[in-house]
């Protein structure tokens, strides 16, 4: 057990070391893991699919390749036998496929996604698939159907959305690695109130063949982890062109990992962004953004301030552009080819009347919400008025973010205005619950680069506080080049990984020991 | 630009295709009012003389080789269809028959 729980805290890439050594098997990493979900997701509740068999067949198989030894054991992948978690709005064969929907209940994907073919042609197992928001449509993962994540500093907390299901697994040690999908900040946004690590790549970088498209010109997957190298290892494994998406980008892969490997910020400019900071954040949020600030100063990076005058109606706009597309590709889900059919309860039985009470049925309250806004600004007469004025917005967020890279190598903000708030608190709420991605959405409307990583704790609540990174198009090296170095200089300053501090989910199933394991994580879950 | 009212919202669910009841109705047209007027700064923000972008990084011509790639099986894509007839999707009524 104790060995165990060694095997779940190690990141990614000491994994993929001891695997290599063969000091562990890729089954007992494998089955570290499931053992930990079957401990602790009954809390968490980040996944809504474990994968058992397949993934230890996985496992026993690259086990089995590395006992034989030769070639076959030499080129598997440096990944292999490292385990990863799937945010359910990614398809995947022999795994149900729900998008955190009643609409999908069920629903097997005939295909795998580009990211499933690449994690399966790396051969590293699959554990299983994570809660999200519906669609992906929200900032607290509270608005999947099949129930509420939580957040693993304080599970009467959210996790963030939509892929709190992914940042959670994370944070809770129930996987070392995870995809996501970030359309305002779905990936990066959970990371900041988890104290986690997220990066949602240049859009076009990672293909989207087999993600369920909620904005068409927004979303993009991206990696999930614990620490900067360990996205940068997984973002390399994704990312990179595939004919199947035709946004995607045909240019090379950089060498990530080495950005992340070597870290280096002396010389470097580093803007911070007028605009994202100061009113309306949290002063935990605040002390600990300066914090980095400071200690990237003192790393020999030279802090600018620049403004982004339009970012002001980046979310107005992004409220306009991603419901009219999500209207449009939530379209398809019509009763006939695949999911729900529900028939009206009297009255003819038309195919418009099917349709209606099957979306009437399995759509969640937040998803009709987005479509009806949607159709509505693509509506003759306000088009012009609403989607045509948001397009142009987009324009002037893309020339802010231009002048803003003349003057610096990379910009910085916190990832989230706040800290994680309570389950239920923003629900009925939704303006209040969109404000949670006015510091993220910039990127999605740009398509720019982000990575969010702990920036440390809250003082007024203790929760995990983001910091957000933000880089040319097509220059993602950056990222990770920075955010390794504010990362190491962080830890260095608390003494180790910042998820030590959270507390033991085990202590409460435990009864005799609770107490004791409790007084020694120093938490009060 | 109007406000959004429940006759708009009744109008809009129908072109979405989303049935919705009386409750629905109101509690939706309460809170869309108050979104889309928190959007509505947008329509300000830039001239005539801004382009509009629909896609953050745009690419031209993204063609493939006219050959056959991979097809699903009609057993593959009826997998999870709710109905079914002799390898086909079977559609409700397209008319009335009234």
């Given amino acids: ?525 | 630009m109007a406000a959004i009212n429940r006759d708009d919202v009744a109008h809009l669910a129908q072109l979405a295709h989303i049935e919705m009841s009386a409750e629905e109705l109101d509690r939706m047209a309460g809170e869309l009012a108050v979104i889309v007027d928190s959007v509505k700064s947008v329509s300000e923000a830039a001239g005539d003389d801004v382009p509009a972008t629909s896609h953050p990084i745009p690419l031209t011509n993204v063609f493939r080789e006219d050959v056959v790639g991979h097809t699903f099986t009609a057993e593959q894509s009826l997998n999870g269809a709710p109905d079914a007839y002799e390898g086909r999707f079977k559609v409700p009524a397209i008319l009335d028959e009234d």
């Avoid at chain 1, 759509?363 to 088009?383: H, N, P, Q």
């Avoid at chain 1, 890279?405 to 910085?412: E, K, N, P, S």
């Avoid at chain 1, 680069?449 to 950056?478: H, M, N, T, Y």
């Fill in chain 1, 1 to 525: 057990m104790t060995e165990n729980n060694e095997l779940i805290r190690l990141s990614a890439a000491a994994l993929a070391e001891k695997l290599a050594a063969r000091e562990v098997t890729a089954v007992e990493v494998t089955q570290a893991h499931l053992d930990r979900i079957a401990a602790v997701d009954g809390k968490v509740h980040a996944f809504l699919h474990v994968n058992t068999d397949e993934a230890l067949a996985v496992a026993a198989e690259v086990d089995a390749i590395r006992a034989a030894g030769g070639a076959a054991a030499e080129e598997l992948h440096a990944l292999a036998g490292v385990p990863i978690a799937v945010k359910d709005l990614i398809v995947t064969i022999g795994q149900p496929t729900t998008a955190g929907s009643k609409i999908l209940e069920g629903w097997h994907s005939p295909y795998d996604a580009t990211v499933v073919e690449r994690l399966r042609a790396a051969k590293m197992p699959i554990l299983g698939k994570t809660n999200l928001d519906e669609f992906a449509m929200g900032s607290s993962t509270e608005h999947s159907a099949y129930g509420p994540t939580r957040n693993p500093w304080d599970l009467d907390r959210i996790p963030g959305g939509s892929g709190g299901g992914s940042a959670a697994a994370v944070a809770a040690f129930e996987a070392p690695l995870a995809l996501g999908t970030d359309t305002g900040g779905s990936i990066r946004q959970p990371g900041a109130v988890t104290g986690t690590v997220g990066v949602k790549p240049t859009y076009g970088g990672v293909s989207r063949y087999g993600a369920i498209a909620m904005a068409s010109s927004l979303d993009q997957i991206g990696p999930v982890s614990r620490t900067v190298l360990d996205s940068a290892l997984l973002h390399q494994v994704i990312g990179g062109h595939d004919p199947r998406d035709s946004t995607s980008l045909p240019d090379p892969l950089e060498d990530l990992v080495a950005a992340a490997r070597t870290g280096h910020v002396e010389g470097m400019k580093i803007g911070i962004i007028k605009e994202l900071h100061g009113e309306g954040y949290q002063a935990g949020v605040e002390n600990r953004f300066n914090e980095s600030l400071e200690l990237l100063k003192a790393a020999g990076a030279e802090i600018v301030e620049v403004s982004c005058p339009n970012f002001k109606y980046a979310l107005g706009a992004y409220y306009l552009i991603m419901p009219s597309e999500a209207s449009s590709n939530l379209a398809k889900f019509d009763g006939v080819r695949y999911g729900l059919r529900v028939l009206p309860e009297q009255g003819p039985m038309t195919i418009e009347r099917v349709m209606g009470a099957t979306r009437a049925a399995g759509f969640g309250d937040e998803v009709k919400r987005r479509i009806i806004l949607g159709t509505y600004a693509l509506s003759a007469g306000y088009y012009d008025a609403y989607y045509g004025s948001a397009q142009k917005v987009r324009t002037l967020i893309q020339r802010d973010f231009d002048a803003a890279f003349a003057q610096a190598d990379v910009l910085i903000s916190p990832t989230a205005p706040t800290t994680a708030f309570k389950l239920g608190e923003k629900l009925n709420d939704p303006l209040a619950m969109y404000l949670n991605d006015v510091a993220t959405i910039p990127a999605n409307m740009a398509g720019v680069p982000g990575l969010s990583l702990p920036g440390g704790l809250a003082d007024e609540d203790g929760l995990p506080v983001g910091i957000q990174l933000l880089a040319p198009a097509r220059q993602d090296a950056r990222l990770y080049r920075v955010g390794a170095v504010l990362e190491s200089l962080l830890e260095a300053q608390w003494g180790g990984p910042l998820l030590e501090k959270a507390p033991s989910l085990t202590a409460a199933t435990a009864d005799s020991s609770a107490a004791a394991t409790a007084l020694s994580h120093g938490g009060s879950h």
